[in-house]
């Protein structure tokens, strides 16, 4: 009886022990648990620091604002280059201005730029139309790059050349390439069409050939803007080419 009270307070003890044991397991727990919360307030900190970057990171958006108020002025020099342009425009107008006075009195030397005739050996070879514009035959000959009548003995053939600019006819002259001397009248036109002979001779066989047949014009009065040249060619018997006729004279009194 007395070893079984014993035992009584053993298992007692015992259960104690255990209770006691169940006790402070149950308390390390609690502070574990506990342990963690605070972890997880640190990380929100972490987060609130986060925060802040962003903060600054507006202000450098706003140090880049300056930047394009800086690429404005620069704009702003580029439109005073243009307006240094206009006056060196300006500056040009003027030496137009004095060029147009300058053609008083002055003489302009035409190349034609229409041309017919009485007939043509070929077209475009030995065409009227080869005696437009600026000599282009290089040395006496039978060219293609001449006017040419169809056929190379008779009496009477004639070149009609019109130009840009009428003018006061000083001079004219008139590019023989081939069989030179048949040319006998010379006449300017006006823009009524009114033909006024400036020259006249009969033909000339000792011509050198090519040959420049230079005619001084005087005395005409009013403008004029073509010129008729006409031709015998049966006393050489030969076609006399002409490369090119060119109109001196005054556009302004
Ligand atoms: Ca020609």
């Not at 298992?11 to 919360?37: H, N, Q, W």
């Not at 000339?204 to 009013?222: F, K, S």
Request: charged share 20%; net charge negative; aromatic share 8%.
């Amino acid at each position: 009886m007395k070893s079984s009270r014993f035992l009584l307070v053993g298992l007692i003890v015992l259960l104690a022990m255990a209770a006691l044991a169940c006790s402070l397991v149950g308390d390390d727990t609690t502070p574990a648990v506990t342990d963690e919360v605070p972890a997880v307030t640190e990380e929100v900190p972490a987060v609130t620091e986060e925060a802040p970057v962003v903060t600054e990171e507006t202000p450098a958006a706003t140090e880049e604002a300056p930047v394009v108020t800086e690429e404005t002025p620069a704009a702003t020099e580029e439109t005073s280059v243009v307006t240094e342009e206009t006056p060196a425009a300006t500056e040009e107008t003027p030496a137009a201005t004095t060029e147009v006075p300058a053609l008083q009195g002055q003489f302009l030397e035409q190349w034609a730029v229409t041309a017919t005739a009485s007939s043509e050996y070929g077209n475009p070879d030995w065409a009227a139309i080869q005696a437009i514009g600026a000599p282009n035959t290089q040395e006496c000959g039978d060219f293609v790059t001449a006017w040419a009548s169809s056929t190379s003995s008779s009496p009477y053939e004639w070149l009609e050349l019109r130009y840009a600019i009428p003018v006061f006819p000083d001079q004219i002259r008139i590019y023989e390439t081939y069989s030179p001397g048949s040319i006998i009248r010379v006449e300017v036109i006006t823009p009524v069409s009114d033909y006024i002979a400036v020259w006249e001779d009969g033909p000339r066989t000792d011509e050198d050939c090519p040959h420049v047949l230079t005619i001084p014009v005087e005395g005409i009065e009013e403008r004029v803007f073509g010129v008729r040249i006409t031709l015998d060619q049966s006393i050489i018997q030969s076609w006399n080419e002409i490369d090119a006729v060119q109109l001196v004279g005054r556009a302004f009194e």
